[in-house]
T-cell receptor, first 114, second 107 residues
Framework: DGGITQSPKYLFRKEGQNVTLSCEQN?????MYWYRQDPGQGLRLIYY???????QKGDIAEGYSVSREKKESFPLTVTSAQKNPTAFYLC?????????????FGEGSRLTVL | KNEVEQSPQNLTAQEGEFITINCSYS?????LHWLQQHPGGGIVSLFM???GKKKHGRLIATINIQEKHSSLHITASHPRDSAVYIC?????????FGTGTSLTVIP
């Protein structure tokens, strides 16, 4: 079945460490997104990519980095520069960013900084 | 200022009740999504609307573009409907998300 796979589902990190969250899709979608979800807030956009080897900052990109070397993969690195990284992270994809098509989400990754 | 407002924030219903969740938005949109977030965190798309009304099983979604308002209705609610329901709008290349409505259906 087509879909988006995120891993790991749960991740614990010590302060000062970088961690990378994986996002893989087999939907042949051009556009991929990373969102952060905090209690009581709507999803906030971290980074998005419309095409391989290109990505753009979202509203809260500071302390995060991404890459898009393959169409299927859009990993997110949470760096030590991110001041408050404990959150739920969601990866999503759509056919194209300018398209009003359906948005597909992964199951999410919950990051806790100890 | 939130571009998308949902009400209520929390909702508890008895099994079998008719449920309505409301979404108001302040920007011009090309489409509106209703999403369902399960307790484990995964999100699925229920509807995408640009006008009128859509129905899928016990779920009905309506949108009034002039009033910038959408509603999600659940008929004959069931405990398995317990989830967070999120309204999201698309304007230009941007998605805006509401904070969600947490629904609990009691047997």
């Amino acid at each position: 079945d087509g879909g988006i796979t995120q891993s790991p589902k749960y991740l614990f990190r010590k302060e000062g460490q970088n961690v990378t969250l994986s996002c893989e899709q087999n939907l042949n979608h051009d556009a991929m997104y990373w969102y952060r979800q905090d209690p009581g807030q709507g999803l906030r956009l971290i980074y998005y990519s419309q095409i391989v080897n290109d990505f753009q900052k979202g509203d809260i990109a500071e302390g995060y980095s991404v890459s898009r070397e393959k169409k299927e993969s859009f990993p997110l690195t949470v760096t030590s520069a991110q001041k408050n990284p404990t959150a739920f992270y969601l990866c999503a994809s759509s056919i194209a960013r300018s398209n009003t098509g359906e948005l597909f989400f992964g199951e999410g990754s919950r990051l806790t900084v100890l | 200022k939130n571009e998308v407002e949902q009400s209520p924030q929390n909702l508890t219903a008895q099994e079998g009740e008719f449920i309505t969740i409301n979404c108001s938005y302040s920007v011009g949109i090309s489409a509106l999504h209703w999403l369902q977030q399960h307790p484990g965190g995964g999100i699925v798309s229920l509807f995408m609307l640009s006008s009128g009304k859509k129905k899928h099983g016990r779920l009905i979604a309506t949108i009034n573009i002039q009033e910038k308002h959408s509603s999600l209705h659940i008929t004959a609610s069931h405990p398995r409907d317990s989830a967070v329901y999120i309204c999201a709008v698309i304007t230009g290349n941007q998605f805006y998300f509401g904070t969600g409505t947490s629904l609990t259906v009691i047997p």
